[in-house]
């Protein structure tokens, strides 16, 4: 079984004075939600998600080989301006991934990072965000330790991302990333996230996602904070064990191409991981009644047309439409005679399943 110590490097055989690399890497949507965890971002329950394709970060990662200090060096720019307002969050993941990248204090960083979706659109970056810093910072180790496995590559860029987001592990490699220890799933792991390891029907390979953008502000009540809520919450523990059972039946319905079977579990882990907001202490309701509005409207289309078509949510009022893509004609033109007038200015984003991060 995987642990802790195989991703720490004793000794480097290489040495490097200064470079960059540039990679992209993906939002994800979870079919099977992360809700709650434990010590050092250990999820209290197995999750499955499946990447997007549009919806990205793009990273540059610049270094230059320093003095050893007591201290980390970085410039953070977002969109070409520094951006004070991050810096915190980075000190903070180098804190915690240092034990496993001993050379972070050994380079001045210059870390630039631009988002493919809309600022403040309500989607959440630090899933692509991190996955992107991530796997930025495991290929300078690659180049320190020459030796490595691009196994050993991917497993650790997602073990560290995780460390940054938990959801960020889902983002690295795969279309569809099974994050969480699940007796079902070969190889799953609550270090680092695995792609489903059996083969999906064709059906699920050309998923899309349209994002319909209800409420652009800021998250009320930020995930971490969700997450804490977990702990002495009434129902946390069936709750986990449900999701054990969801990610069973799920596993399933995308090995056979059970659409009706997905639709059942994807629209109740969205509905469930909301309940747990409304019933922890302090509660809370992230839904809006525009995002009620459309999840209503969908049940009434699919009720009179048979498509499969289903929703998921956020941590958050945005809908995500789920649906394969050969009913996209008619589900595009559902989206916009019926759901855009609920949108927030009419937005929506076009999104679908797609592989991982990319070197550019
Ligand atoms: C509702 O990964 O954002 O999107 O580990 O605290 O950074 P942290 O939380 P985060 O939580 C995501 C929660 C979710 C469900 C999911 O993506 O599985």
Known sequence: MASVHDFIHSAYTQTVQSGSFTWSAPSNIALVK???????????????????????????????EKQKS???????LFEGQPKESFRP????????????????????????????????????????????????????????????????????TSFLARLGSGS???SIQGSVVVWGEHADIEGSSDLFGVEFPEAVHDVFKTYQDTILLVDKGEKQVSSTIGHDLMHGHPYAERRFAQAHENLATLKKALIEGDTDAFIKITESEALTLHAMMMTSQPYFILMKPNTLQIINAIWKFRQETQLPVCFTLDAGANVHVLYPENVSVEILQFITSELLGYCQNSQYICDKIGTGAQAL
């Open 89 to 156: 969050k980075i000190e903070k993941f180098f804190e915690r991934v240092e034990e496993y990248l001993p050379f972070l204090k050994d380079y001045d960083f210059t870390i630039s990072t631009q988002n493919t979706f809309p600022h403040s659109s309500g989607i959440a970056s630090s899933a692509s965000g991190m996955a992107a810093l991530a796997i930025n910072l495991m290929s300078l180790e690659r180049l320190l330790n020459p030796e490595m496995t691009d196994d050993h590559f991917y497993k650790k």
């Open 70 to 76: 007591d201290k980390f060096s970085f410039d953070f």
């Open 34 to 64: 992360y809700w709650g965890k434990k010590e050092n971002q250990i999820p209290a329950n197995p999750s499955v998600s499946f990447t997007l394709s549009n919806c990205k970060t793009i990273t540059t990662l610049g270094f230059k």
């Open 168 to 170: 960020a592990c889902r």
